[in-house]
Each structure stands twice: as C-alpha cells, then as structure tokens.
C-alpha cells in the first residue's frame, strides 16, 4: 500500500469539508476520486499536501507519516500534485518551469555556480536534457516550445506542462486534480493516453476529474466524496451502480430512475454527443423572449468556455442551464449580468444590451445575479445585507417595509437579523443571498448553484422558495448541479456540453432523456 489516510478530518468554521475520510491506494494503481461540486476532494488533496494543515487524522506515503508536515517536505518524500486551476510561472519559459520542480533533488550548488565550476555545468546541463525529455513525455515539443513563456501556451499545453514539472520530482504518487477540465474531446484523449502511459512506468496515481468517462476508463479503484465524507469505494463498475453515488450526483429520486452513473458505460465522448444531438433535437423556442442570447463566445485567454450558445427565456418561465462542471454555463450568467465581456454575439435583456451596458444599469434594468457562492458579506450582519441590496435607490421611502417582506418569506433571516452572516449556515447563508436579490426587485432572476453544497433539506427550503418566488410572477433562469430537482421545476431546459447547447426541451422531456444525465455528468 503506498498512500493510506486514516480518518483524516478538516472543518472550516461550521463547513465540514473534509469529515473523517479514510482511504487506501495500492502501489502502481490509478485511484479515482469523484464527488459533486463542493464534495471536498480538492481540500483533502491540500491536506494530503500540507497545503492546509491536517485538524485530526493522519496520512502516510510508504513507511513515511505527512501528517503535520510542510508542503515542501511532503513533496520531498515523493508526493507531487497538479492543481484545479493552473499554477505555472506564467512569465517564465516553459522549461524553467520543468526545472523548477527538480528543486527537492537538488544539493546546494551556490558556491559552484558563483564559480562556474565544471561540475555544475554538468549538472546543469543533465538537468535541463531531463527537462526536454520530460516535456517530450506528455507530448510538447521541448525544442519547439521549451523557450516560450508558459503563459503564451494554449490552454491544454499549459496542462501538460504542470504533468511535465510535477514529473520532475520524480514522484512515487502523482495527484492531478482536474487535470481534463476545461479541454475539447480530442486533448482530453491525449491526457487520457499520458494517464495511461506514466502508470505503465510504474507511477501511482490519484485521479481527480469530473469527467466520468476519463475517471471510469483508466481508473483501478474510484472512491466518492460527498459533503465531506467518503459515501462509496471500490471498482468503477461497483461505484458508477452505487445508489448513494447516482443521488449524490442527480438528487434524490434519481437512484430509483438510474441503474448507473452517467459517462459510465465506456461510450465515446464523440459517439455519446451525437447521441445527446439526435435523442432530442431543440425544443420550439418562445416567440416573445424578455432575454435573448444568440452565438454568444466567451473566453478566458486561451480557454474558450462558451462557444456560439444561442437560447431564449419568455417573461414567466423558469429555465434550467445544466450540464456539467466546466460547461460554460456560470460563464454564460456572468456574462449576462455584465461581469464578463464575450468575444463575440449577443444578449438582448428587454431592449437593453448586455454586452456593453455596466452591470450597475444591467441591475436597475432589472435583471439580478445571485451568484454561486453566495459572495454574501460575512462580516456585516444579515439586516445590514439586506439593507445594502437597496443602494441603489434614490430614496430610502418603503424599503424597511420591503425588508420585512422578504424576511416574512424566510423567516429564518428574520430570527438572526442581528447575527453576522458569516455565522449562518450554508442553507441559511443561501436564503440571505436570495432575499438580497430579491430586494434589487428583479423582472428576470440569474440563479447559480443555488443548491451547492445545502444539506438534502435545505435544498428542499431553496427550491420550495424559487418555486414561490416564481409564483410570485418572477421569471427565473436557474443553473443548477442537481439536474432532476432543476428539470423538475424548470419549464423548459437547455443542456450545455463544453461551452455549446447540445439540447433543449422542456424540463420534462429532459428530466426522462437518458442522454442528458449521460451529458450532464459526462462532461
């Protein structure tokens, strides 16, 4: 056994993120470890890392304990690791960057190279022909790319050069988190056959991604997070039928609907698209459309995240955006209230142009982000949030009145009035991030994950109150992790794959159309 966490624990005020997670992997295997958005697979991997100190538990690597040591010496013990979100030395060249990562098998050489001695030229040298060779390994042309700064690759260059510098310290387990996010099909093939090819040499890996059919078609063993915990280990077959896996990932009901996880079945990721393009085809959009999006691109440098996404939402529907993680689709309401500018088409919201007007006049149009996450201000009391929503009104003349309305909807808000919301609850923190849209007086209300992370019967709350609130005459465009609970209530549905809109219908169609949880989780 090479890697082995014994009830490794890390709490963040009242967040369990990491709960008591024990776990073992066997010495030249691929372990996979999934779990929904805000599972806590990525703070377990900071902790295993002395990223975040450990608060109970402990971890070993061979006959070596990490718990309670620096990342520095954990990665010196042969413990290497990607990151979620590309860290590179952006304004270094891309060899540097290899070169850094062979800092732990370094002796100290300061004073042979102020004397430029022969031996730290051979060093020298032996290292930067290591370098070239690993950048060859995960597929860079070294002698084509090595002296370009790694900011200037494109994005799934800059991936395979992370692989390359953590290879560089000559790990005996190498963690990737994420390492499939964000590509195309074809360059996730290709991270999928470097998976394939270092753990033929013998190197053990920890597979984190999203992406079922990479984790379940390279992985040994897969184990499952969900709110902190580990709910399911074992082989991909056993796992993907697991019924606690299939709810954690689709909500409640869908392990009574679904006989497998989704991204399972080892269908191809170009078969499954024509799948999902022909099991359905576009639901007939509404003639009259209070926001109108057409061939909207956005991109974040190199990364495309929206690619030419065109639907409508008519005043009074609920409509669902769903698919999954690194779809597009919290790029696409960013960009709709004005925090992003797309790099090409347009968004019409009521006559007002969203992709040139300030989010400031975008809000007094009428259209309001609750945004995932909540980004609620944790040191200022729940009223004084409240009170905040309401700045931009010329006069103060019936919004103490409006306040008490919209905490008669939650009256949980109105019994802790007085606490700072940073010591609320996930569920209670969410209502508060809702309330305080809902005083901007929206026409059209952008929901992003607003279930994320909520215990099962805060989600029931959260989704009890969209439906109110939708009651209320509001109209409603909700991106949303659990897809059957978002198709439930939805009146109509758009399924985004890799930045495009695959499929649409109405939340009922899509909530029956296997295609779609083979979509949503096959991402």
Same mark, same amino acid.
């Given at each position: 056994?090479?890697?082995?966490?014994?009830?490794?624990?890390?709490?963040?005020?009242?967040?369990?993120?990491?709960?008591?997670?024990?776990? #073992?992997? &066997?010495?030249?295997?691929?372990?996979?470890?999934?779990?929904?958005?805000?599972?806590?697979?990525?703070?377990?991997?900071?902790?295993?890392?002395?990223?975040?100190?450990?608060?109970?538990?402990?971890?070993?690597?061979?006959?070596?304990?990490?718990?309670?040591?620096?990342? /520095?010496?954990?990665?010196?013990?042969?413990?290497?690791?990607?990151?979620?979100?590309?860290?590179?030395?952006?304004?270094?060249?891309?060899?540097?960057?290899?070169?850094?990562?062979? /800092?732990? !098998?370094?002796?100290?050489?300061?004073?042979?190279?102020?004397?430029?001695?022969?031996?730290?030229?051979?060093?020298?040298?032996?290292?930067?022909?290591?370098?070239?060779?690993l950048m060859d390994t995960v597929?860079?042309?070294?002698?084509?790319?090595?002296?370009?700064?790694?900011?200037?690759l494109p994005y799934g260059d800059?991936?395979?050069?992370?692989?390359?510098?953590?290879?560089?310290?000559?790990?005996?387990?190498?963690?990737?988190?994420?390492?499939? %996010?964000?590509?195309?099909?074809s360059e996730k093939h290709r @991270? !999928?056959?470097?998976?394939?090819?270092?753990?033929?040499?013998?190197?053990?890996?920890?597979?984190?991604?999203?992406?079922?059919?990479?984790?379940?078609?390279?992985?040994?063993?897969?184990?499952?997070?969900?709110?902190?915990?580990?709910?399911?280990?074992?082989?991909?077959? #056993?796992?993907?039928?697991?019924?606690?896996?299939?709810?954690?990932?689709?909500?409640?009901?869908?392990?009574?609907?679904?006989?497998?996880?989704?991204?399972?079945?080892?269908?191809?990721? %170009?078969?499954?698209?024509?799948?999902?393009?022909?099991?359905?085809?576009?639901?007939?959009?509404?003639?009259?459309?209070?926001?109108?999006?057409?061939?909207?691109?956005?991109? +974040?440098?190199?990364?495309?995240?929206?690619?030419?996404?065109?639907?409508?939402?008519?005043?009074?529907? @609920?409509?669902?955006?769903?698919?999954?993680?690194?779809?597009?689709?919290?790029?696409?309401?960013?960009?709709?209230?004005?925090? *992003?500018?797309?790099?090409?088409?347009?968004?019409?919201?009521?006559?007002?142009?969203?992709?040139?007007?300030?989010?400031?006049?975008?809000?007094?149009?009428?259209?309001? /982000?609750?945004?995932?996450?909540?980004?609620? *201000?944790?040191?200022?009391?729940?009223?004084?949030? *409240? &009170?905040?929503?309401?700045?931009?009104?010329?006069?103060?003349?019936?919004?103490?009145?409006?306040?008490?309305?919209?905490?008669?909807?939650?009256?949980?808000?109105?019994?802790?009035?007085?606490?700072? %919301?940073?010591?609320?609850?996930?569920?209670?923190?969410?209502?508060?991030?809702?309330?305080?849209?809902?005083?901007?007086?929206? !026409?059209?209300?952008?929901?992003?994950?607003?279930?994320?992370?909520?215990?099962?019967?805060?989600?029931?709350?959260?989704?009890?109150?969209?439906?109110? @609130? /939708?009651?209320?005459?509001?109209?409603?465009?909700?991106?949303?992790?659990?897809?059957?609970? %978002?198709?439930?209530?939805?009146?109509?549905? +758009?399924?985004?794959?890799?930045?495009? @809109?695959?499929?649409?219908?109405?939340?009922? &169609?899509?909530?029956?159309?296997?295609?779609?949880?083979?979509?949503?989780?096959?991402?």
């Open positions: 056994m090479l890697l082995r966490l014994d009830s490794v624990q890390r709490h963040f005020g009242g967040v369990r993120a990491v709960d008591g997670v024990s776990l #073992e992997v &066997e010495q030249g295997t691929i372990q996979g470890l999934i779990g929904p958005n805000g599972a806590g697979k990525t703070t377990l991997v900071n902790v295993l890392t002395g990223y975040v100190p450990f608060q109970a538990g402990h971890a070993w690597v061979g006959a070596d304990e990490l718990t309670g040591l620096p990342a /520095h010496r954990i990665a010196a013990l042969g413990v290497a690791r990607t990151f979620q979100n590309i860290r590179l030395f952006k304004e270094l060249t891309a060899i540097e960057n290899v070169l850094v990562g062979m /800092h732990t !098998r370094r002796r100290d050489d300061t004073l042979a190279q102020l004397a430029t001695l022969p031996l730290f030229r051979r060093d020298q040298r032996g290292r930067l022909n290591e370098a070239h060779k597929g860079l042309a070294s002698r084509d790319v090595g002296d370009r700064p790694a900011g200037t800059q991936r395979r050069l992370e692989i390359a510098r953590a290879l560089a310290l000559r790990p005996r387990l190498l963690i990737l988190d994420e390492p499939a %996010a964000g590509m195309n099909p @991270i !999928r056959e470097l998976i394939e090819h270092l753990n033929a040499d013998g190197l053990t890996i920890l597979l984190i991604d999203h992406d079922m059919r990479l984790v379940m078609g390279v992985c040994n063993r897969v184990a499952v997070l969900n709110f902190g915990r580990k709910i399911a280990d074992g082989t991909p077959e #056993e796992v993907s039928t697991d019924a606690g896996v299939i709810k954690a990932y689709l909500g409640a009901g869908s392990e009574r609907e679904v006989r497998s996880v989704p991204g399972a079945s080892g269908v191809d990721e %170009a078969t499954e698209a024509e799948e999902v393009a022909g099991s359905g085809g576009r639901s007939v959009e509404p003639e009259n459309a209070i926001l109108e999006v057409h061939d909207l691109t956005v991109s +974040y440098g190199a990364i495309t995240a929206v690619r030419g996404a065109s639907f409508r939402v008519a005043p009074g529907e @609920i409509v669902a955006l769903i698919g999954a993680n690194g779809a597009g689709k919290s790029t696409i309401l960013n960009t709709l209230s004005g925090l *992003l500018r797309p790099d090409g088409g347009s968004a019409m919201f009521d006559g007002l142009d969203l992709t040139a007007a300030k989010p400031s006049a975008i809000v007094r149009h009428g259209l309001v /982000h609750v945004p995932e996450g909540r980004e609620i *201000l944790a040191r200022q009391t729940v009223l004084e949030n *409240l &009170e905040l929503a309401t700045w931009a009104r010329r006069s103060s003349t019936g919004t103490h009145g409006q306040i008490e309305l919209v905490m008669k909807r939650f009256p949980i808000l109105g019994e802790r009035r007085d606490m700072r %919301a940073g010591t609320l609850s996930g569920g209670e923190q969410q209502m508060l991030a809702i309330a305080r849209g809902l005083l901007a007086k929206p !026409r059209l209300l952008l929901l992003d994950e607003p279930s994320l992370g909520l215990a099962p019967q805060m989600v029931d709350e959260v989704f009890r109150a969209i439906e109110d @609130i /939708h009651a209320d005459g509001t109209t409603i465009l909700l991106v949303e992790q659990n897809a059957l609970r %978002a198709l439930a209530i939805a009146d109509r549905a +758009y399924v985004i794959e890799t930045g495009q @809109i695959q499929l649409s219908g109405s939340g009922d &169609e899509l909530l029956h159309n296997p295609a779609v949880r083979r979509a949503y989780l096959g991402g």
